[in-house]
């Protein structure tokens, strides 16, 4: 923990109009878990976060605080902002585990949830304190979604799923693994199955494709491919990375841990999308940045660029000049992702956008009727508490559905 905590709960002012609240996309009711936290009310602190945001925890660790939190604190405009995400994680961590499945009155309806990202995991923890059956659909072999499969252990460690899981078993959420809905199972087999509601929290974990020449060469890769089983990919003394946002700076990082010496992060534009956060941690690791290179092919000797023609804004509006080949022994394309299409292809009446994102209404119902949906299927990729934030409105939603039902 870079700095002490009760020393950083004592700066804090008790803003009236707190700006790092209302810069919280959750509106994590800052200056009052302060004032807790000073009062040694830890454990109530912890169910006052919790009840906000039930991923409070991960939030804690992986939230882009510069942009939300601490780089809003009235402080910040002349000194160092209070860093409210340190005393948060110290909190929420001390909460998750004594947390107590407690006075649960039981509804009798059964509710699937159609995966476990922050998206599902945050709709089962409500509905299920609200006494209604649980049962989570997983594809993968666990839990967590890009939390386990995305973000990178040295970043977020993956003991606290263990802990989520733990939690789902005091309220009794029942959860398949290795179960794809739009496969075997389709959505219309859950309601013939007596399931009153659906929730879909399915992410987006279509890579995106240049749709260039050597896409499926061996020395290539997709980022959220690579970052899902890092383990089990052989790589070389030299990377190329396709793309500069803050997947990239993941994969740029991990390569690092797997033995590469050499990482380069291409972008076509003048400018990068990550965050300043994750680029200086991969500038810091070694990675270096060219700007301004537009990929035509692959080849198994590496990548080839032209350079781009930039507007005034940085923008990539064409190429010019000769090829150039960058050797490298893998080439990592992350240039984000979209939404795989199986549920809707698999169920009538559910209905995606151009760019396959599921649409909702503003209770988050998708076009099936009792079928919801939030999180990185709906908006595309964004952030863990975005996800959170919208599947707490979808649980509300449904709930109140199932009144009517
Ligand atoms: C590399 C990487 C790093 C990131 N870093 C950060 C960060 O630092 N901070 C931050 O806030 N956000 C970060 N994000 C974004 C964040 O992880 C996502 O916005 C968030 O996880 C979205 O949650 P979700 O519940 O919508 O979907 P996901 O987390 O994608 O979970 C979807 C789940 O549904 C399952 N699933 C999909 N289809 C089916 C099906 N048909 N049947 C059954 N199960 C299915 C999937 O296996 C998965 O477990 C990162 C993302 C990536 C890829
Ligand atoms: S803006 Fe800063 S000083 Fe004011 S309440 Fe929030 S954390 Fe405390």
């Known amino acids: 923990m870079p700095l002490h905590i009760e020393t950083e709960a004592s700066r804090c ?9 209302k810069n919280c996309p959750i509106s994590t009711p800052i200056p009052h878990i302060i004032q807790m936290f000073k009062e040694n009310k830890i454990q109530e602190a912890g169910k006052e976060l919790f009840e906000n945001n039930p991923l409070s925890v991960v939030c804690a660790t992986v939230c882009n605080h510069e942009a939300q939190c601490a780089g809003h604190c009235i402080l910040g405009r002349k000194s160092t902002p209070v860093q409210f995400y340190n005393i948060e994680h110290f909190i929420s961590d001390s909460y998750l585990s004594r947390f107590k499945a407690q006075g649960i009155v039981k509804k009798n309806k059964k509710v699937a949830v159609i995966g476990s990202g922050p998206s599902g995991l945050t ?10 059956d649980v049962t989570i659909f997983e594809r993968k072999n666990n839990i967590g979604g890009m939390l386990r499969y995305g973000i990178p252990e040295f970043r977020l460690p993956q003991s606290v799923l263990e802990r989520y899981h733990k939690l789902l078993d005091k309220l009794g959420v029942q959860i398949r693994l290795n179960t794809t809905i739009g496969g075997a199972l389709r959505i219309d087999n859950l309601f ?34 690579y970052l899902e089983n890092s383990l089990h990919h052989v790589i070389g003394s030299t990377v190329a990375i396709i793309g500069m946002g803050n997947v990239a700076m993941d994969v740029a990082r991990t390569v690092f841990r797997h033995g590469a010496e050499h ?3 291409f972008s076509r534009d ?4 990550a965050s300043s956060q994750e680029m200086s941690y991969a500038k810091l690791d070694g990675a270096e940045f060219i700007y301004g290179k537009q990929i035509v092919r692959i080849t198994t000797e590496g990548p080839v660029f ?14 010019e000049g000769e090829e150039e080949l960058v050797k490298a022994d893998n080439v990592i394309i992350a240039i984000s ?3 795989k299409d199986k549920l809707i292809l698999s169920t009538d009446h559910l209905e995606g956008n151009a760019k396959g994102l599921l649409i909702v209404d503003d209770k988050y119902m998708t076009t099936h009727e ?35 039902h």
């Not at 199955?193 to 050597?214: C, K, Q």
Request: aromatic share 6%; charged share 15%; proline share 4%.
């Open 306 to 319: 032209k350079k781009s023609i930039l507007n005034e804004n940085g923008e990539s509006v064409g190429v």
């Open 13 to 21: 002012l008790n803003c009236k109009v707190p700006m790092c609240q």
């Open 192 to 225: 013939r199955d007596g399931y009153s509601s659906v929730f879909v929290g399915s992410g987006a974990w279509r890579p995106r494709t240049l749709n260039i020449e050597g896409e499926s060469l061996p020395n290539v890769n997709f980022g959220i491919s």
């Open 370 to 404: 009792g079928v919801f949906a939030a999180g990185d299927a709906v908006t595309g990729p964004l952030t863990v508490v975005h996800a959170v934030n919208a599947a707490k409105i979808a649980a509300a939603s449904m709930m109140e559905y199932m009144e009517k």
């Open 123 to 132: 709709v089962s923890i409500i509905l299920a304190q609200n006494g209604y």
């Open 337 to 339: 992702q979209v939404p």
């Open 263 to 265: 990482v380069m992060l």
């Open 270 to 273: 003048g400018n990068a999308t």
